[in-house]
């Protein structure tokens, strides 16, 4: 597929920032979604600054307000998406459950809820080909779904949520693929997961980052986001990526060059997948791609 634009949810930070940056540098038109102008703007100066000509801007993306999404989507102002990467997400610190306005939990609300309710709206523009790459986690490999309490109402705890949350985000792309197939449409659906990308081993991208990796025994096996960046960057314009797959690093699923992974044990759950998809629809009222 020769991608014309992207879409990158969060690619005003962190491992988003990195998707956005190697996309431009590709040629592709890069479109950042953002909750914030100023973060966003900074973004889109710092690429400029590293990839000069980038094609580059941003629409206002909150994905904890589903209501919103839909003229998001509108701002995009396009009748053809290449590709979105559904790479934003929230990971709290501390003991406090936070909700959305809506009433869902924070983390799960908008890292799965927001990027199903997006791929709704998104649906008529990905469906010629499109591809639809959601950035999962490795640490969603060892979680396991409570599908009696998905808001996390009983005893919160914020990194099993956030691993929870991924887990259904990885669910979601896998079930996504399935259906698209059954529907017969040839857009496909990917999943990739960082590996281990850490702040203190990730090239300065002013002001966006400070400072400069160095040497570390961390780098021996682990790596920083600007490496963390590849294998979502690989499910866009890799041309031998297919439907289905989950793309990570090579070395040991932890940092190096992106290859296909397996997909088993909890992610491999067929029936998990279509409880997150039912259960999805009924908390946003949407169903992607049916």
Do not use: C
Not at 27 to 54: C, N
Not at 203 to 220: C, E, M, W
Request: without cysteine; positive net charge; proline residues 6%.
């Amino acid at each position: 597929m020769e991608t014309t634009t992207v879409l990158v949810t969060g690619g005003n930070a962190g491992i988003g920032y990195f998707i956005a940056e190697q996309l431009a540098a590709r040629g592709v038109t890069v479109v950042i979604g953002s909750r914030s102008a100023d973060r966003a703007e900074a973004a889109l100066g710092s690429i400029r600054a590293q990839v000069p000509g980038a094609r580059v801007r941003y629409i206002p993306l909150d994905l904890a307000d589903l209501p919103s999404l839909e003229g998001s989507v509108d701002a995009l102002e396009l009748s053809r998406l290449d590709a979105v990467v559904h790479n934003a997400g929230v990971l709290l610190e501390g003991p406090q459950r936070r909700e959305t306005a809506a009433g869902h939990e924070l983390t799960f609300g908008t890292n799965h809820l927001g990027h199903f309710a997006l791929t709704h709206w998104l649906a008529p523009l990905l469906a010629d080909g499109g591809r639809i790459v959601t950035t999962g986690s490795f640490t969603a490999k060892r979680a396991k779904l409570d599908f009696g309490d998905l808001q996390s109402r009983t005893g919160y705890d914020g990194k099993r949520t956030y691993a929870r949350s991924k887990l259904a985000q990885m669910l979601f792309g896998f079930e996504l693929d399935r259906r698209l197939r059954a529907h017969g449409s040839n857009a496909i659906s990917v999943v990739t997961h960082p590996g281990g990308a850490l702040d203190s081993l990730t090239p300065s991208r002013p002001p966006l980052t400070a400072g400069k990796p160095g040497p570390s025994v961390a780098g021996l096996l682990l790596q920083g986001k600007d490496a963390g960046a590849w294998p979502s960057v690989h499910a866009v314009v890799g041309p031998e990526v297919t439907g289905g797959q989950l793309w990570g690093p090579r070395g040991l699923g932890l940092r190096g060059r992106p290859r296909s992974e397996p997909v088993r044990g909890s992610l491999a759950d067929h029936g998990a997948a279509a409880r997150i998809w039912a259960a999805s629809v009924e908390l946003t009222g949407l169903d992607p791609f049916g």
